[in-house]
């Protein structure tokens, strides 16, 4: 094994079609129009010295490094800027250019402090390899002269220092910040020998200015300047692999960079087709929950809750289990037992998991976390599309005219998509950005950002997507902007006719719905016409759609507007759920819901289930499982008494914690399967312990049905992988499940799902990563799907009555309160909050408006007392006007802060996703933490004692 | 007072397939229900119309009786598992 490294071409691709010829050193080469001739030497195999260049950036041309000689031209004109033209003929070593790219050097080393033996980026260091390239043997100049050396580091961010010292104020982080991550956070301050990097203003150090820690710089910088602390700390890796990250749907490529069995840096990898060499905050850095003290090494078990853990070998823990599972089964009926399984683990983990349960347990019994986010999108696309995924590649963002986001806030939640949706916002130099429709109830940073403002923000009230997405479709349909051609090539005409019927009546016009949403009817007609007409028109939404009693209603409302307006079916458009969770899209494809076996095919099919129960050799129920809320009921009314849970801390992340509570306190049977105690195991009587994504082998689909490889690159820490724990419960039980890798899994999958038909580990290796569906029509995956056709044939328009949620606001509640996530901070927190992202992120605030906190005499920083139907918390005022007045926000990263007990039990009318998005709430001044805080504190606390196991005699 | 939850949530449903087309209505709700309910839900259903107790449902739940499917067999009569293959 070696570091894998990624070739540098010096300035990026160009994308034109013509080609030019022409000759670098001799060598003929053939390259795009507008390639730069540092890229077409090096497509040629030839590397041409240079500093400021790099092909994630546009060329800048100021390190006079890559000057190079054109035959017929004057001068030497630097390679980067130049671009190539037919029958060129460039030099790039001859005396002159060797002599002027010697004096560089020279210059900048006689400003360089030469600790190259101590220094964290030895081996590792353009400028050092420069020095090389170029011959530099002496600096004429000596070191006394005025210099930048002895400058004080700014150590304030937690993973990366910054030493000016280092710096040749190349500008490549002050470009990766603008171009690719979109911040806009550094600069070069000063002029001449005085410019010096600065992050914000010259009273800001790293970590006070705007710098979201992306590390974008630090991988741009070419010198120890930007450096990881962790590189300081332990040095430079000797091998690296490439595996995909755990935190979000974006699903990035990095490379694991480690030292034996240590990781000492991940970097996003340059080949990923989801993030192509970006990366965020957590994806980059957040890394330490993997080897946190608080990670249980050593399964538990224990009679009841109210005692404490007791430490035991795998065997007991494993047939503590089994026993008891047979018992419940035996005393309570078959159905008495389930699973759920965790959309953070790899698409092989939780294809056991159903196997499991459908096969073991002999139910369908078997539900994923996606149960709270995403199962709308699955119920919505499917009716309108005929398969429940997002239409198309991230890739195709470059190619969109217009851009509508509703109910996602992907510069938080999907940080590096984010990122890309900017770059093509922004658009460059003679190709304007894309325009921009933002529909939130709250000010997210995309509305106005750093060279980017949204061309209407609709800042409906929580609660209303319906209203607004018909009355959006009202104006496309009553204005004549239905693309007819498209609807009638490719949709169902009768159910479009009654559709169309049902958006134009006068009730959804955006005049009669602004009492509904609070949104001027003018600003809705217009972003219906710039959605309409506007050109290659793409949807991206979130949870802001889905967690609603209606969320599946406005998922189909997202899919007619496609249909009608034909932005489906090529790049550019499309309709793209934002996925929560790294494998929240695998999951659901690998039968994760009770109702459907893998590929989203129903358990009352017979041909699917027959197909199933040959290969595993037994009779699967006919009858769709119980969900995960329904699994609370039934175990409140005594008819569920266990549940193998894993990877999921359904108490802190399910709504109605109460409820939830009560659900797990009344089962005999709680294994939970998790990397740390977290707040479900409370209740929990056996503790399997996990497996991080770094010490496994599988696959994750991200939201753009990319199947990607997740590759082991260290052993793990509890002994096994997530998926031999499964399969040893399941050997427990008497099941008969011996495979011997991941791989083998697949090959199951690929047999029984039709879309998976062609995935191997093999192909995956060789192209990186495809996109289902991967089978004989499409051998290598599908980037944009429903090009020809629907998955179901002919598109489906369904009608989307608006029903007004029940959570309603009232003189006792006046106020609406809605959740979400922050950039540095992960889901339940449970990873991000065991990392150093602490610091930017140590607890959940309640945005307010300071008209609301007024009126309760609220200042900011306060606690306030947060109390809703359900049940009531505190919580710390955070005054802003990014929420409108009448609502408030806050994230759920933190358990103590116990946002769930204030979300209520209602749900989506088809799938039971909770509504987290609405929950009507008064809010008053505190002296701190309630009491049920206090006793959870004290519940955690004790539920939480370990007892280790007596030592062998 | 605690809401009857399963009739909440049949409701629900009966709201949306509402505004689908006349004689597609109450087929829409008991396919759902179908598709997507636990037979112990269903049984739960049956119970509360077998009993008259169906004062606030909607109609169409009322009206989608004849098509929801009734659980029949308990469980066990339908299913293996890998544990009673072997056993036996």
Excluded at chain 1, 570 to 592: A, I, T
Aim: aromatic residues 8%.
């Amino acid at each position: 094994m070696s570091l894998i490294h990624e070739i540098d071409y010096g300035t990026p691709a160009s994308k034109a079609e013509k080609d030019v010829t022409l000759s670098i050193d001799g060598r003929a080469v053939t390259v795009p129009e507008g390639t730069s001739l540092m890229r077409a030497a090096m497509e040629a195999g030839v590397q041409v010295p240079k500093l400021c260049a790099t092909d994630m950036m546009d060329a800048f041309g100021s390190c006079r490094l890559c000057v190079v000689e054109v035959e017929g031209r004057n001068g030497t004109p630097a390679s980067c800027t130049t671009p190539v033209a037919e029958g060129m003929k460039v030099s790039t070593q001859t005396d002159r250019l060797k002599a002027i790219r010697k004096g560089v050097m020279e210059l900048y080393i006689s400003d360089h402090p030469l600790d190259c033996l101590t220094c964290a980026a030895n081996g590792d260091c353009e400028l050092q390899d420069m020095a090389g390239a170029v011959g530099l043997r002496e600096v004429r100049y000596g070191y006394d002269g005025e210099n930048h050396l002895g400058k004080a580091k700014d150590v304030s961010n937690p993973y990366f220092q910054f030493d000016p010292s280092k710096c040749i104020v190349c500008s490549r982080c002050v470009r990766a910040c603008n171009e690719v991550q979109g911040t806009f956070a550094l600069t070069v301050s000063g002029r001449g020998f005085d410019s010096i990097i600065s992050a914000g203003t010259q009273f800001d150090d790293f970590l006070s200015s705007e710098c979201v820690s992306c590390g974008a710089c630090v991988q741009a910088c070419p010198t120890a300047t930007l450096e990881e602390k962790s590189v300081i700390a332990i040095g430079t890796p000797e091998h690296s692999l490439v595996t995909t990250c755990a935190y979000c749907g974006v699903g990035c490529s990095f490379k694991a960079e480690m030292r034996g069995e240590e990781l000492v840096r991940m970097v996003p990898y340059k080949d990923g087709k989801a993030n192509r060499g970006h990366s965020c905050v957590k994806g980059r850095f957040a890394l330490g929950y993997a080897t946190h003290k608080d990670r249980i090494l050593n399964p538990m078990i224990r009679d009841h809750y109210s005692q404490p853990w007791k430490e035991v070998s795998w065997d007991e823990a494993l047939s503590f289990a089994a026993g008891k599972i047979k018992d419940i089964q035996a005393k309570y009926g078959r159905g008495a037992v389930g699973g759920i399984s965790s959309s953070r683990c790899t698409n092989e983990e939780v294809f056991l998991v159903q196997k499991l349960v459908r096969a073991g347990f002999g139910n369908n019994n078997i539900d994923t976390c996606a149960r709270v986010c995403h199962s709308p999108t699955g119920y919505g696309l499917n009716s309108t599309f005929g398969t429940s995924a997002g239409t198309q590649d991230f890739d195709s963002v470059e190619h969109s005219d217009v851009i509508l986001v509703i109910g996602a806030n992907p510069t938080d939640g999907h940080p590096v998509f984010g990122s890309r949706m900017k770059k093509r916002l922004r658009g460059k130099p003679g190709q304007p950005g894309a325009k921009l429709i933002v529909i939130d109830p709250r000010r997210i940073d995309l509305v106005k950002t750093p060279h980017i403002k949204a061309d209407h923000h609709l800042a409906l009230k929580p609660g209303t997507n319906v209203a607004m997405l018909t009355a959006l479709a009202h104006v496309i349909v009553t204005e004549g902007l239905i693309d007819e051609r498209f609807v009638r090539e490719r949709c169902e005409l009768d159910e479009f006719q009654e559709w169309a019927a049902f958006v134009a009546e006068e009730r959804h016009s955006p005049e009669a719905t602004a009492a509904i949403t609070g949104v001027p009817a003018d600003e809705v007609r217009n972003a219906a016409r710039l959605y309409a007409t506007g050109g290659n028109a793409a949807i991206y939404y979130g949870l802001g759609v889905t967690e609603h009693s209606q969320g599946s209603t406005a998922v189909i409302g997202i899919a007619n507007l496609a249909m009608a307006t034909g932005n489906i079916g090529r790049e550019g458009v499309g309709v793209n759920p934002l996925r929560g969770q790294n494998n929240v899209q695998g999951s659901c494809d690998m039968g994760s819901f009770p109702h459907e076996l893998p590929g989203y095919r129903h358990i009352s099919i017979d041909a699917v289930r027959e197909s199933f129960e040959e290969l595993w050799g037994v009779k699967l129920d006919n009858e769709p499982g119980l969900r995960i809320p329904n699994m609370f009921d039934a175990a409140v009314e005594g008819t569920f008494k266990g549940l193998y849970c894993q990877g999921e801390d359904i108490l802190q992340s399910d709504p109605d914690t109460k409820h939830v509570s009560a659900g797990l306190e009344a089962l005999e049977l709680l294994i939970v399967h998790d990397l740390f105690l977290n707040e479900t195991a409370n209740y929990a009587n056996v503790f399997l312990p996990g497996s991080s994504f770094l010490e496994k082998n599988g696959t994750f689909t991200n939201a753009e049905r990319r199947i990607n490889r997740v590759r082991k690159v260290m052993s793990p820490k509890n002994g096994y992988e997530d998926w031999q724990v499964t399969q040893m419960l399941a050997q427990a039980i008497g099941m008969d499940m011996t495979y011997a890798d991941p791989s083998e899994i697949m090959a199951e999958i690929a047999a029984t799902t039709p879309s998976f038909a062609n995935v191997t580990y093999d192909l995956l290796d060789e192209k990186g990563s495809v996109q289902w569906p991967c089978n004989e029509t499409h051998p290598e995956g599908s980037p944009v799907m429903h090009v020809g056709e629907f998955m179901r044939g002919r598109g489906k328009f369904i009608v989307t009555e608006y029903v007004a949620t029940d959570e309603r606001t009232g003189p006792r509640f006046p106020l609406l309160l809605t959740t979400g996530r922050i950039l540095s901070q992960y889901n339940v927190g449970a990873q991000t909050r065991r990392t150093e992202n602490v610091v930017w992120h140590d607890q959940d605030l309640l945005e307010i408006h300071p008209h609301d906190a007024e009126q309760r005499g609220v200042r900011n920083g306060d606690w306030v007392k947060l109390q809703s139907r359900a049940g009531e918390t505190s919580i710390k005022a955070k005054i802003t006007d990014r929420v409108a007045p009448g609502v408030v926000y806050t994230t759920f990263h933190h358990p103590m802060t116990q946002a769930n007990v204030i979300t209520t039990d209602f749900s989506d009318w088809a799938t039971n996703c909770p509504e987290y998005k609405v929950t009507a709430v008064q809010i008053s001044p505190s002296n701190g933490p309630t009491e049920w805080q206090e006793d959870y504190r004290e519940l955690t606390m004790e539920s939480r004692r370990i007892v280790p196991s007596e030592a062998a005699e | 007072m605690e809401r009857d939850k399963l009739v909440y949530m049949a409701n629900q449903i009966a709201k949306f397939f509402e505004s689908s087309p006349e004689g597609a209505r109450s087929q829409g709700v008991a396919d759902h229900i179908n598709k997507f309910w636990e037979p112990r839900m269903r049984t739960q259903l049956f119970e509360r119309f077998d009993e008259g107790r169906t004062e606030g449902m909607h109609p169409l739940v009322i009206e989608a009786q004849p098509e929801i499917r009734r659980p029949a067999a308990p469980l066990e009569a339908r299913t293996t598992s890998q544990q009673d293959a072997s056993a036996s």
